[in-house]
């Protein structure tokens, strides 16, 4: 039997009389990429906060479990829980600037992971720093370049290779490719598509754009004014929806 | 001490009145409350090597920026047998110490001295003495900007959880900006330090060279900070390490010379234009240090 | 060895009036390990959507389906994701195209998920290349301008490239010239040779006799 990753009970959070999302219940193993999909005001983004520390909830469990040791989120204290987000968990905004120093080179902004957990050699951090540039298909002779010289999916990946460098064990997207150009949000999701197939990736990825759950989640939950509607298998989900909202989501998609 | 009825009472010790000064202040311009605020402060410092400790800044006749900080400190330190030497960056001639000096003569009318050795309370600006610090000497630094992180986080509240929580990876990006741009790490003064292993700490804008003497020192080192409201503190014989990594070791670097006064290889150079044709001279910039060497 | 058992499936269409469309009640059938079943009917019968409740696609409204003795129909999702990766394989009618993904790595893919190191996984990749005749200039470009055949023999590669006990494969055959369509047949008579149990829709004659096919004739099988 193999123990959820994560384990969420009954997740309730609420903004005085709004509910953000209620009753929340969830597991995700490693290696599975879940997908979150709603409109604006589903929740989604709240639970992904709860998720990921960002949000205090009012009620419910969060357990991790990772290598064997159980970590119960919601009841350590603040010391171990801002440890345990720098060392295990990840996010990734849907602004890169706000998950990224702009003031600081690509190099440094992607070394500070390592130099937050003990990386004290400077030229081994500058070669792994390189290796995820190459990896997210940023040249390297940026490598000391500030970001601000970036172009918007030049920083989203920029952020990707921030985030991943640690090989964190359970990384969160807040809509990783909302507000790219098309052409440029197709090249974020293979890369993380690839990096996730790659390295094993455990992630909980939000979207309200159901072609990249499809693209990328193998599981899904959809949410309506904070609740889960429906969920399971992505294609399953997809292909046939049982749910009366689902069935709207799903058939409001234009193909091409 | 007398035990009287299970109350410990301190004998009356004598009062040494010291030499007659301008009534119209108390001894070294600080009122006894606000002494002892400061001195609760600078006590939790010590206690806590490299953790900048708040206290409540006092309006000082010298505006923010000027000392008021170090000014603090040192009148809430100063006895009357105290021996005060005052220096800004180095010299007991320029301004600034000029007027601090007579700032203290004049409200505490106490002993001052340009010699290091003589002196049991030094205060500074921007530099330490070559001379080294003797046991029982106070050594207050002035300091401009206290806390380390304050150009990667502006937010109070966050760098406080960082110190907290040791969360000093981001310390590290600065140095390695540095290397990046540079070849070398780059900053030349306020290098920063780790305190007692544990506080990473500003030591106010001394060049690097003389990072390595706050190391062990058998003086007392104090840090105020009057505009920022901050005292910290280096108790006597507290490792103080200067940050690097490990294949870009610290290096206290100084100008490849000898003083054109004293000849002394081993101090800190001030580099003065001497004449309109732009010519150059290094002399110490340790004023006291450079005459007792060249009078040798 | 899999079992399908007094099988009901419909759709609910929520948004069109609730109205709801029944593709099957009780369905029965079973196939055998090295067996190839063909399922037979019209078009619109369902076939397709047997083959997605067997993958967990669909979802079934009464009976079960039994495949290494597990019910998928009340199996979570991580055990089906685990079912798929271990045992089952899909070939769907069309090949979905991820535009900047090579031919190559899509064909390598399943093995490079499934922890098969890079090398290996690219030899297999080229030789099942070789042998469904795709030049060998195509293999480094995306799927996206190929061919209707090109693509399904990529799909079908992709399908293929792992040793899975069960197979899904619908229309593999059907966008394929005569010679090409003869290299498929044989891959699919090497896995039943093998002892996959295999499960196909195959719209041509030629193919179901070629291959000796048992019929389950959906006509007969289910009641509408």
């Excluded at chain 1, 172009?151 to 809509?175: C, H, Y």
């Excluded at chain 3, 499934?114 to 005749?133: E, F, H, M, R, T």
């Amino acid at each position: 039997m193999i123990i959820p990753l994560l384990k969420v009970t009954n997740l309730s959070k609420s903004y005085d009389n709004i509910v953000g999302c209620k009753n929340i219940s969830m597991s995700l193993y490693p290696g599975e990429v879940l997908g979150i999909v709603g409109e604006s005001g589903s929740g989604k983004t709240t639970l992904i906060n709860c998720l990921s520390g960002n949000l205090e909830p009012d009620r419910g469990k969060i357990i991790f479990n990772i290598n064997n040791k159980e970590t119960d989120f919601l009841n350590i204290s603040e010391s171990e829980k801002r440890k345990f987000i720098r060392t295990d968990l990840a996010f990734v905004h849907q602004n890169p600037r706000d998950g990224l120093r702009l003031n600081v080179s690509a190099g440094g902004n992607i070394g500070e992971k390592l130099m937050s957990v003990g990386y004290r050699h400077y030229g081994n951090i500058r070669s792994l720093a390189t290796k995820w540039m190459n990896k997210v298909e940023i040249d390297k002779s940026r490598i000391d370049d500030l970001p601000i010289t970036f172009s918007g999916g030049m920083l989203q990946r920029l952020q990707i290779a921030k985030n991943l460098i640690t090989s964190p064990n359970v990384i969160f997207m807040d809509e990783p490719t909302g507000g790219l150009d098309v052409s440029v949000q197709a090249r974020v999701l293979d890369l993380i598509r690839s990096l996730v197939n790659e390295l094993n990736l455990t992630v909980i990825i939000v979207s309200h754009d159901l072609a990249v759950i499809r693209l990328l989640a193998d599981k899904m939950i959809v949410m309506k004014n904070g609740t889960v509607i429906e969920s399971g298998l992505s294609d399953q989900v997809l292909e046939d929806p049982q749910q009366e909202y689902t069935q709207l989501l799903v058939s409001s998609v234009l193909h091409v | 001490m007398r035990k009287t009825n299970n109350v410990i009472k301190i004998k009356d010790f004598k009062v040494d009145k010291g030499l007659p000064f301008d009534q119209e202040y108390n001894f070294a311009y600080l009122d006894e409350n606000t002494k002892k605020m400061i001195r609760r402060a600078i006590i939790k410092a010590l206690c806590i090597p490299g953790y900048q400790v708040p206290f409540a800044s006092r309006e000082m006749p010298m505006p923010y920026g000027w000392g008021t900080g170090g000014v603090q400190v040192t009148a809430s330190c100063l006895t009357k047998r105290d021996t005060l030497k005052i220096i800004d960056q180095g010299a007991d001639d320029t301004t600034n110490a000029v007027s601090i000096r007579n700032f203290f003569k004049k409200t505490s009318n106490i002993k001052t001295t340009e010699i290091t050795e003589k002196a049991t309370l030094i205060q500074t600006r921007h530099r330490i003495p070559e001379t080294p610090l003797k046991k029982k000497q106070i050594f207050v630094y002035q300091v401009p900007i206290p806390e380390p992180l304050a150009f990667l986080e502006p937010k109070v509240s966050e760098t406080i959880k960082m110190h907290s929580l040791s969360e000093y990876g981001a310390m590290h990006v600065k140095l390695y900006e540095d290397i990046s741009k540079n070849g070398h790490i780059e900053t030349a003064y306020a290098y920063p330090v780790k305190t007692n292993d544990r506080y990473i700490m500003d030591p106010s804008p001394i060049p690097k060279f003389d990072n390595p003497k706050m190391n062990n020192s058998p003086a007392i080192q104090l840090f105020g900070a009057g505009r920022e409201q901050r005292i910290y503190a280096i108790p006597p014989y507290t490792k103080v390490k200067s940050l690097d990594f490990e294949d870009y070791p610290f290096d206290p670097f100084k100008a490849e010379h000898a003083c054109d006064i004293c000849g002394s290889k081993n101090t800190y150079l001030d580099e003065i234009i001497v004449d309109d044709a732009g010519n150059k001279s290094f002399i110490c910039s340790d004023t006291d240090f450079c005459n007792k060497r060249k009078n040798k | 060895m899999i079992e399908v058992k007094k099988v009901n499936k419909s759709f609910t269409l929520f948004n069109q009036n609730n109205a709801k469309i029944t593709v099957f009640k009780n369905l029965n059938f079973e196939v055998n390990p090295g067996e190839i079943v063909a399922l037979k009917g019209p078009s619109g019968i369902g076939k397709s959507s047997i083959l997605k409740m067997i993958y967990g696609s669909y979802i079934i409204d009464k009976g079960a389906i039994i495949i290494n003795n597990k019910n998928i129909a009340t199996l979570s999702a991580q055990e089906i994701l685990k079912l798929r990766k271990t045992s089952i394989g899909y070939v769907s009618q069309f090949l979905k195209v991820i535009p900047r993904i090579s031919a190559l790595d899509v064909i390598m893919e399943p093995l490079l998920n499934s922890g098969d190191n890079k090398n290996n996984a690219y030899k297999k990749s080229i030789k099942l290349l070789k042998d469904l005749n795709i030049e060998k200039n195509l293999w480094h470009l995306s799927p996206l301008t190929f061919s209707g055949g090109e693509q399904q023999r990529i799909n079908i590669a992709r399908g293929f490239i792992k040793d899975l006990p069960y197979l899904l494969l619908d229309e593999p055959t059907a966008s394929l010239d005569s010679k090409n369509r003869d290299i498929i047949i044989n891959l699919i008579k090497a896995k039943s040779n093998r002892g996959v149990s295999i499960i196909g829709i195959f719209h041509d004659e030629y193919s179901r006799k070629k291959l000796n096919v048992r019929e389950i004739d959906l006509n007969i099988e289910t009641k509408h």
